[in-house]
């Protein structure tokens, strides 16, 4: 782009995608990149382009009720069909095995329609577990006793505790997962009792086997301008009731949910609601959660050696 020229708009960015697949035989495309990049408009933009449908790989915007907080694209604003949005309640458990039913079969109900699947998200378990070839032990399905004791241990004790106990049993799993981490935890001490090891499968995640041929496309920017792009969102959901929607949460007894405890934007205005601290506080921290949670998805997708990336503010493959 040359110098002092306009930033590309989301249907410059989504031109170029459509031109760099426009040869390719690959029947899904994927868009990733970390929160807060434009990734939803870009997808828009581009479903529109090569009748596409959307298939949404983000872990909470599966959760009914959390709308705001999540980024979702307001559906009276939603260009074309979106899937796995809305699926289960906060208090609800939900994996990444039943992600990938519930991904696979969009994908491939919008295949055998003629259209094209674009999956966009910031999950990267999630779209790998839909894309990639990825086996899920037993444990990773709903109504899991191991699970639930897991869970009875962390509300009684904390996610401290919870990580110390496994620690002890499996180290090397324990090095892996932040202790904050409650529900990475409890899937350790699922898999443990499968006799599978954390740890080594997550050894296994550096293989990519491809389930569906597809396309893979991150966006990116400078990270000072991303962070200030987060703090602008962040501002801007409060703005959108952010808080309301929080209060709905718990007024809806969902407010000791394990998913509302662990989504960033939920869990600190559920504790300033519940008098842990003040809105303003709450507010910095689900600021500083998001940009160390944006490092992290910017670390787990540059390990994928098939996305290309585009830099946002050039429009340009880097």
Known sequence: MVAGSPRPTSQGLAALIAESISESSAPVVAIVGPTGVGKSAVADALALMVDGEIVSADSMQIYRGMDIGTAKVPEDSRPVPYHCIDIVDPDETFSA?????????????????GKKPIVCGGTGLYVRAALD??????G??????????????YEEHGAQYLHDMLAEVDPESAALIHPNNVRRTIRAFEMMDEGISYAKQNEGMRVFAPFYACDYFGL???????????????DEMMAAGLIDECKSLVEGGFADALTSRQAIGYKELIDALCGRCTVDEAVEL??????????RQGTWFRRDPRIRWIDVLTGEFI
């Open 97 to 113: 095995a039943n992600f990938q039913q519930v991904a696979r079969e969009a994908i491939d109900s919008i295949l055998a329609r």
């Open 133 to 138: 070839v990825m086996n899920f032990p037993a």
């Open 140 to 153: 990773e399905q709903e109504d899991n006793p191991v699970r639930s004791k897991y869970t009875a241990i």
């Open 220 to 234: 990116t920017m400078s990270r000072e301008l991303l962070y200030e792009r987060i703090d602008a969102r962040v």
């Open 286 to 295: 689900v600021k500083r959660s998001t940009r160390r949670y944006s490092k």
